[in-house]
């Protein structure tokens, strides 16, 4: 049978490249028919334009503002001009190899092992494509509030739901962060056990198409008032202790300080806490999940694939267990959060890993670039479309 086995004598690296972004992956489709994520030419200009820029500034322009005069014939018009905006954008390289061997089941039984692999890199490229997208969001959320504006958006774009999820969350939570801009609002990524419990709450409605036999079938994909569901396990899952009642499920007495009897906890470990007053000897807590939800409206990241020189490529290593073929993957992307702009305080390399992405201290608000705080002028955080909704599990 021929093409059994990786043979790097045969890859034809284009013909490769083709078949990968042949594949169709339902997620990643599917975010960017949200329009979730758009094109930006201003990025792809200029790391087209540079050669081997991993960092850039580019400009954003500022809106119009300001209060319109009376216009009676005797009041003069004042005029106001805008500001221009700095963001920060960084290239997010990533690379990965596989053995032959990883393979050897795959392309057995008369599997086209090319196209197999193929789908398979396919879906491992758009899982670490949300990776990414996830730990920006985690990134932006974790801001520093000691600049007000930073913490005005953190604060004004999440939502805490003591319980789980309810009809109205998502449209509240959208309200709450964008306000008349809610409507911009097309995405949310969401764990499946959050997901789950919007199913058994009947607010997931699925996508449906059609066969080949003219029969309607449901899709794993669903929408939640209208917005696009992705499930997936790698959003952020947090334990920790919520508010109670004495005497409810679960509920533990705070100690401040000895050995807690059975039923008690001590004021020490209550840690993360999701309450929102000042715990103290004598107060009730329960131990519990924070699930993190994240909805996303039109435009909230820019999206440039950067590409790399070579994208796919495979080698013979003769010696290792009697000789193996290897597949290597490369990839540069930008994703960008609108309004929000990278500042690479704290980054090792020319891109960025994921916990440098999910290091609030390396973002912060679009503004005007000023070296004090208060001479600047930030965007505003309402035509930011990305919102944030912790609720218990």
């Known amino acids: 049978m021929p093409n059994t086995k990786f043979d790097s004598k045969s890859f034809n690296a284009e013909a490769f490249k083709y078949m990968v972004g042949r594949v169709p992956n339902l997620n990643m489709n599917e975010i960017k028919k949200s329009r979730a994520l758009a094109a930006n030419p201003d990025i792809r200009e200029v790391f087209s334009g540079q050669n081997g820029t991993a960092y850039a500034r580019i400009a954003m322009r500022g809106l119009i503002d300001g209060d319109a005069v009376n216009y009676d014939g005797s009041t003069d018009i004042t005029a106001t001009s805008t500001k221009t905006f700095e963001q920060g954008v960084v290239v997010v390289g990533r690379a990965k190899a596989w053995k032959e061997r990883d393979f050897s089941y795959d392309v057995t039984g008369g599997v086209d092992f090319m196209a197999n692999i193929s789908e398979q890199v396919a879906q491992y490229k758009d899982e670490l494509d949300e990776a990414t997208i996830l730990s920006i969001l985690k990134g932006i959320f974790a801001m520093s509030t000691a600049d007000a504006k930073n913490k005005e958006f953190v604060e004004k774009h999440t939502t805490i739901v003591p319980g789980a999820m309810t009809a109205t969350t998502l449209n509240t939570a959208a309200n709450k962060a964008c306000g008349a801009n809610k409507k911009k609002f097309t995405l949310v990524f969401c764990h499946s056990d959050v ?15 059609t066969d080949k036999d003219g029969i309607q079938r449901d899709l794993e994909l669903g929408t939640w008032n209208g917005k696009l569901v992705i499930v997936t ?22 100690v401040a300080s000895g050995t807690p009897a059975a039923g008690e906890i001590l004021l020490s470990k209550v840690t993360p806490y999701f309450g929102t007053k000042t715990l103290a000897a004598g107060d009730y807590v329960a131990a519990g999940v924070q699930y993190t939800t994240y909805a996303m409206g039109n435009g909230a990241f820019s999206y440039e694939d950067i590409g790399v020189k070579v994208p796919y490529e495979m080698a013979r290593d003769p010696k290792t267990n009697g000789g193996e073929d290897l ?4 990839q540069r992307k930008v994703f960008a959060p609108f309004g929000l702009s990278y500042e690479k305080k704290t980054q090792a390399s020319t891109s960025p890993t994921a916990a440098e992405l999910e290091n609030g201290g390396n973002w912060t608000l679009v503004h005007s670039g000023e070296g004090t705080a208060s001479q600047r002028s930030y965007i505003n955080h309402k035509a930011i479309p990305i919102a944030r909704i912790l609720s218990r599990g």
Do not use: W
């Open 195 to 209: 997901s789950t419990g919007l199913e058994n709450l009947n607010l997931i409605e699925r996508l449906k198409y």
């Open 233 to 254: 396990d790698q959003m952020p899952v947090t334990e920790g202790y919520f508010d109670a009642e004495s005497g409810g499920e679960g509920a533990l007495k705070i």
């Open 327 to 330: 597949l290597y993957m490369r």
